[in-house]
């Protein structure tokens, strides 16, 4: 999957809490995204396959990353990334559906991609470190930042929430996390965290963190709020950060 021109706009309406249509697929060769959405200085992928691979190089001009495309009846389509390293290595990568945007770490030696599955629930950062070795290696970095969500907004203590659904929640957390930036070091990234803007989370709906997460293990260096994102990370943003209403707690009044 990858997302038209219309994302953006159906985003802002996602922040609303209107449900938007599904990304259409890289087969359908939509006109590539010019801007990012999540990350200001990344740069989105082209993944139009349109008679020739785009490339995005490294701050080090050495390293590269390349769009994969291979023929599907006859048409020319997305198929992954290939990462070209400095000393010659070549790595072949999946592209997870829906990614959107690409920001390398300022040593070169990692980056990572923003996506979504839909317009207002799913977004998802990947980060990928180049080894000695040659080879790629993606890092699941959001799982404590994930869990620390349904701590500070407890899924089941949400006004209006539904049971089921928020149960679910509080077992296998999903909130949208988009990467900002990196660190200086590279050592770290700067995750965008937010509870969906759907009614289905209730009182807890748009809720926002911002963390620092260490690169690979995913530990919470830093946990901002709100306000503390706009302010430090607001720069970095490819739209303006809003600061919601404070959650609302209390009794459940649907049984979904």
Known sequence: MRFTNSFPLCLWFGLLGVSC?????????ATPPEKPIWAKNAIALDLSCGGRRSVIHAPDHLTSVWTLCQEVDGDSVASG???????????ELPLRAGANELLWAPNSKSFFVNG?????AGFFIDVYQLMDSGR?????VTNAAQKDMVSSFPPCKAWNRGEVECA??????????????WSASSSSVYVFAEVPCS?????????????ELSV????ILRRLSAQETKKEWGAL??????????????PAHATW
């Open 21 to 29: 249509p599904r990304p259409m697929s890289a087969q359908g060769r």
């Open 81 to 91: 990334l290939e990462v070209v390293t400095a000393n010659g290595y070549r790595h």
């Open 116 to 120: 979504g599955e839909s317009g207002y």
């Open 136 to 140: 790629v290696v993606m890092r699941a």
């Open 168 to 181: 679910r929640v509080s077992r296998d957390p999903e909130y949208n996390m988009s990467g900002l930036g």
């Open 199 to 211: 009614s289905s989370y209730g009182g807890i709906m748009c809720q926002v963190h911002g963390y």
């Open 216 to 219: 690979p293990d995913g530990r």
């Open 237 to 250: 943003a490819a739209w303006k950060i809003s600061v919601p209403e404070p959650p609302e707690y209390g």
